[in-house]
């Protein structure tokens, strides 16, 4: 798949990263699995999921792990560019396997002296 376009490359990265936040709660689901469960059925013969499976072949694909994200971000990408399917097919994962989340933020500095 060709990267070049601005979307493309934001979703491939968000991609990425969500396969790399599954990978490390040890879940026994990856990106290509909610994929095909949120668009197999829709596309139908037009399904095709292969592009998947060399994400991490594109340098600048492979370098989002360094950039800073969180789940909220990549939900962001794939919510802005189309992929609410995909969101679902995730929410439904989560809902069915009660994994619950939240987002913490640390502003300040320490009053240590």
């Known amino acids: 798949m060709n990267y070049s376009g601005g979307d ?50 594109h340098l600048e694909v492979r370098d989002s792990l360094s950039e800073p994200f969180t789940t909220q971000t990549i939900l962001e990408v794939l919510m802005r560019t189309g992929h609410e399917p995909l969101v679902r097919s995730l929410m439904r994962e989560i809902r069915r396997r009660k994994i619950g989340f939240t987002h913490i933020y640390l502003i300040g500095r320490s009053s240590r002296r």
């Open 8 to 57: 493309h490359l934001s979703v491939a990265k968000a991609l990425y990263q969500l396969d790399f936040y599954l990978q490390q709660l040890n879940m026994d689901i990856r990106v290509r699995d909610l994929y095909e469960r949120a668009y197999r059925e829709k596309r139908g013969d037009r399904y095709d999921d292969r592009w998947l499976q060399v994400l991490d072949e």
